[in-house]
Nanobody, 116 residues
Framework: QVQLVESGGGLVQAGGSLRLSCAAS????????MGWFRQAPGKEREFVAQ???????NYADSAKGRFSISRDTAKNTVYLQMNSLKPEDTAVYYC??????????WGQGTQVTVSS
């Protein structure tokens, strides 16, 4: 069973930046569709960004122009670069991988807190 492990979360002031990482335990897994989602307290989990082959990206409106998703297949890692962070970006951020004909795989999440 492939595992995804997120890292890079933390506390940052509004306007700051963070880069989240999502490392897969299995080689080539990050070659498939990979996405980032987030869940704020009391709210449902929502889509943030996705990258599919070949290097097609898609973003939520709230992330466009500020966030950038990328991947390094040699390192089996997907990244989410987050710039110009706002307090409303505060949430637990989750990585998800989707391999054809298989169940989606989720990471355990990493907390991002943006102070005003």
């Amino acid at each position: 069973q492939v595992q995804l492990v997120e890292s890079g979360g933390g506390l940052v002031q509004a306007g700051g930046s963070l880069r989240l990482s999502c490392a897969a335990s299995e080689r080539t897994f990050t070659n498939y569709a990979m996405g980032w989602f987030r869940q704020a307290p009391g709210k449902e989990r929502e889509f943030v960004a996705q990258i599919t082959g070949p290097e097609r990206t898609n973003y939520a409106d709230s992330a466009k122009g500020r966030f950038s998703i990328s991947r390094d297949t040699a390192k089996n890692t997907v990244y989410l670069q987050m710039n110009s962070l706002k307090p409303e970006d505060t949430a637990v951020y989750y990585c998800k991988g989707s391999r054809p004909f298989d169940l989606d795989v989720w990471g355990q999440g990493t907390q991002v807190t943006v102070s005003s």
